[in-house]
């Protein structure tokens, strides 16, 4: 495969989210309402779109554990699969919520529910009490190790090496936390050529941050590699709305595996699916 530049997402595909992130998610919504999703579930309000940002995906599932509380009779995959149908995201689900209980019941879910508390809590459990103070300027209000410190690069050394194109991030991650993961990877990627979370263009999948990162890289053919089905659709929107080639390449090491992933990411549009990213300099040639 061809290509100027090649655009990482940070996690799923160089460090390993899924006891951090993604553990981050369930905690926090036990920690506030008492009930929870388990980790599977995560995956599936994943697979619905529009939740590349995990505040939002916390924000969602809060709604959802509340709803049931309430009376909303809809499994896990029922609920994310109406999310999907109503367009994906926070804003869908809250419409899901709003159409299936009654006006006195949603009341008293919307009124339980705050995104500034579950952000809170995220951030404390996430990043553990020192960083927490540190990055957020504020006093946690428990004590927690860090999930953070429980992540792994996904990355090699090999790889890191091989790869001798210019290289670009795009995440969902705050800029303060791409730092983070990057220096423990090991990835030395100029700060204009990383949009993250504090950037100005809009989150996944619109594709405004990956053609930004195409003009800074000088490429009229980039790679974008991620693991989630936005990540592939970012690529895709990018390909069809600008004069450049853009390839979605999908990872089988974040919430899609096997063969189903594969499959998945097909279906999405991927030019090609990868065990891991350690075989893209195999894929580019290198």
Not at 64 to 79: I, N, P
Not at 265 to 278: C, K, M
């Amino acid at each position: 495969m061809n290509a100027d530049a090649a655009v990482l997402d940070i996690d799923g595909v160089l460090v390993d989210v899924s006891s951090s992130y993604r553990r981050a998610v369930v905690e926090t919504v036990r920690r506030v309402h008492g009930e929870t999703i388990d980790r599977a579930a995560v995956q599936q309000f994943k697979q619905a779109g529009g939740f590349n940002n995990d505040w939002e995906l916390t924000d969602a599932a809060t709604l959802y554990v509340l709803a049931r509380s309430e009376g909303m009779d809809r499994s896990v995959g029922s609920f994310t699969d109406a999310v999907a149908q109503t367009g994906g995201g926070l804003s869908a689900a809250r419409s899901v919520v709003t159409n299936e209980l009654s006006p006195a019941a949603r009341e008293r879910v919307f009124t339980t529910w705050s995104s500034d508390r579950n952000r809170a809590v995220f951030q404390q459990l996430y990043l553990g009490s020192e960083l927490y103070h540190e990055l957020e300027g504020e006093e946690p209000s428990f004590d927690a190790p860090g999930f953070i410190h429980d992540e792994h690069t996904l990355i090699d050394e090999a790889t890191r090496d091989a790869l001798d194109l210019p290289l670009g991030v795009l995440t969902g991650r705050p800029a303060a936390e791409a730092d983070i993961a990057l220096d423990r990877v090991g990835l030395d990627i100029p700060r204009e050529h990383r949009i993250t979370m504090d950037d100005p263009e809009a989150g996944k999948p619109d594709p405004a941050g990956l053609v930004t990162l195409a003009d800074r890289l000088g490429a009229d053919s980039l790679v974008f590699v991620g693991d989630t089905l936005d990540d592939v659709r970012t690529a895709v929107d990018a390909d069809a709305d600008d004069n450049r080639a853009y390839r979605g390449v999908g990872v089988l090491t974040g919430g899609l595996t096997g063969e189903t992933g594969r499959k998945t990411f097909e279906r999405a549009g991927a030019s090609t699916v990868l065990d891991s990213v350690n075989a893209l300099p195999r894929l580019l040639g290198g």
